[in-house]
């Protein structure tokens, strides 16, 4: 399979459809109005890193194409498939009806630490992340299946959005891939 560093992935784009013989892991990513486009291009990497099935793009969130987008993504926003939508709840509920587990990575007083959350896994699953500030909406918790928090116990109350991702994530992957 073709391997790109960063500098090689900025400048290549893929041809003849060589993005869709990425074999994908059943994991979506939704993005509930997350505004950093750092956080969106670090999460396209990450995307990219796992061989996610599709990125959705929701809100007010800047999309590609964008300079400050392809400068964290390094090109990655090339080689994954997104879409942009405008309402998070939209997204969610086709992915409902497509029989897709959705979990919230927030704090909330509902959720459950990452490290138990793998009990109650079933694939496919989509990972929703949250606004910088506000964090996924009331609506998407509520429509969530699970809510699971990454454990903070410095001062600070949370942590980045594309890094708490990440975390879910792995987790997931090593599930799939070392049953």
Not at 34 to 49: E, K, M, P, Q
Not at 57 to 77: F, L, M, N, Q, W
Request: glycine content about 6%.
């Amino acid at each position: 399979m073709l391997k790109l560093n960063s500098k090689q992935l900025r400048k290549t784009k893929p041809v003849n459809g060589q993005e869709k013989l990425i074999k994908r892991n059943p994991i979506y990513f939704v993005l509930d109005n997350v505004l950093d486009t750092y956080n969106i291009g670090s999460i396209f990497r990450l995307a990219d890193a796992v061989a996610a099935e599709k990125v959705y793009i929701c809100g007010d969130s800047e999309y590609p194409p964008s300079s400050r987008i392809h400068k964290a993504a390094v090109g990655t926003e090339e080689w994954v498939p997104w879409e942009k939508v405008e309402k998070t709840g939209q997204v969610v509920q086709v992915l409902k009806q497509k029989g897709v587990q959705i979990i919230a990575v927030e704090q909330d007083k509902k959720a459950i630490s990452y490290s138990l959350f793998i009990n109650d896994l079933r694939l496919p699953v989509a990972l929703v992340v949250g606004h910088e500030t506000n964090g996924v909406s009331k609506e998407i918790l509520n429509e969530s299946d699970l809510i699971v928090e990454i454990p903070m116990f410095g001062v600070n109350k949370s942590i980045n959005v594309w890094g708490s991702l990440a975390i879910v994530t792995y987790k997931i992957i090593e599930t799939i891939h070392n049953p």
